[in-house]
């Protein structure tokens, strides 16, 4: 196994797919042969009821982790999707902005937890809240790269110049290495002009070395998580799979210096 890839999956505006980029994604590269761990970095906890499990119920989360009640690998919980683990994330996760306000290096807290378990896998995915808060802070901290969704509407481009410019920061300050991993265009209708404009406007503002996958809006995709289950188990020949299958590829091809 090479060197295991953390991966932030970031935008601070919600609804644009960042969660179905991260459930589906994971079950992708998993098919691929690829062993992968999820972190629900999410109060809302939508990654883990979207991978099979009952976020209410579970006792050792994310927050724990963070607090330093637990070790990272102690919260560790298996999927409903073969090779996908997760540290789970429920509404306890909202209290750790404040509780992590007076500690130590608290930027680097996720990468330390990290430290300790990242080997076991090949990627590590982190779903991030939708804000430019301390929890994304770390995510960004820990992360090698940030593949940010861009959902296909009106103002799309509008908070991704503010993402920009946190990376920037963090890259300045915490973590120098950090660099966009790509653009994954969300709900993308091929009949509307707009569709089209987006891609195009998001583009020209990206450096062309990064990829860009698109993702079609699609029923089956919207359906899947309400059963709690990844698009390649709820409707495995669905366009929005196939979509997913192909942004696996472009992560794992993806030219490493």
Same mark, same amino acid.
């Given at each position: 196994?090479?060197?295991?890839?953390?991966?932030?999956?970031?935008?601070?505006?919600?609804?644009?797919?960042?969660?179905?980029?991260?459930?589906?994604?994971?079950?992708?590269?998993?098919?691929?042969?690829?062993?992968?761990?999820?972190?629900?970095?999410?109060?809302?906890?939508?990654?883990?009821?979207?991978?099979?499990?009952?976020?209410?119920?579970?006792?050792?989360?994310?927050?724990?982790?963070?607090?330093?009640?637990?070790?990272?690998?102690?919260?560790?919980?298996?999927?409903?999707?073969?090779?996908?683990?997760?540290?789970?994330?429920?509404?306890?996760?909202?209290?750790?902005?404040?509780?992590?306000?007076?500690?130590?290096?608290?930027?680097?807290?996720?990468?330390?937890?990290?430290?300790?378990? *990242?080997?076991?896998?090949?990627?590590?995915?982190?779903?991030?809240?939708?804000?430019?808060?301390?929890?994304?802070?770390?995510?960004?901290?820990?992360?090698?790269?940030?593949?940010?969704?861009?959902?296909?509407?009106?103002?799309?481009?509008?908070?991704?110049?503010?993402?920009?410019?946190?990376?920037?920061?963090?890259?300045?300050?915490?973590?120098?290495?950090?660099?966009?991993?790509?653009?994954?265009?969300?709900?993308?209708?091929?009949?509307?002009?707009?569709?089209?404009?987006?891609?195009?406007?998001?583009?020209?503002?990206?450096?062309?070395?990064?990829?860009?996958?698109?993702?079609?809006?699609?029923?089956?995709?919207?359906?899947?998580?309400?059963?709690?289950?990844?698009?390649?188990?709820?409707?495995?020949?669905?366009?929005?799979?196939?979509?997913?299958?192909?942004?696996?590829?472009?992560?794992?091809? *993806?030219?490493?210096?």
């Amino acid at each position: 196994m090479g060197k295991t890839r953390i991966i932030a999956v970031a935008n601070q505006k919600g609804g644009v797919g960042k969660t179905t980029t991260v459930v589906n994604l994971s079950a992708c590269l998993a098919e691929q042969g690829k062993r992968v761990l999820v972190v629900d970095a999410d109060a809302q906890g939508n990654t883990t009821s979207g991978l099979g499990l009952e976020k209410n119920q579970i006792q050792k989360t994310l927050y724990n982790v963070l607090l330093g009640e637990i070790t990272a690998e102690s919260a560790i919980q298996e999927t409903i999707a073969d090779e996908v683990d997760i540290i789970p994330a429920n509404m306890d996760l909202s209290g750790a902005e404040i509780e992590l306000i007076d500690m130590e290096n608290r930027e680097y807290i996720l990468k330390n937890c990290l430290e300790e378990v *990242k080997d076991g896998y090949d990627f590590v995915l982190i779903d991030c809240p939708p804000s430019l808060g301390l929890v994304t802070l770390t995510a960004l901290t820990a992360a090698d790269t940030v593949l940010v969704p861009v959902q296909c509407e009106y103002f799309a481009l509008e908070g991704m110049e503010q993402l920009f410019h946190t990376i920037g920061l963090v890259r300045d300050r915490l973590n120098p290495g950090l660099e966009i991993e790509g653009v994954v265009f969300t709900m993308f209708d091929s009949r509307t002009n707009l569709s089209l404009q987006v891609v195009e406007e998001v583009k020209k503002v990206l450096k062309t070395s990064m990829y860009s996958a698109i993702v079609p809006r699609n029923v089956r995709l919207g359906e899947a998580p309400s059963y709690g289950l990844p698009i390649t188990i709820y409707d495995p020949k669905s366009k929005g799979a196939e979509s997913y299958r192909a942004l696996a590829e472009l992560v794992i091809n *993806k030219e490493w210096k």
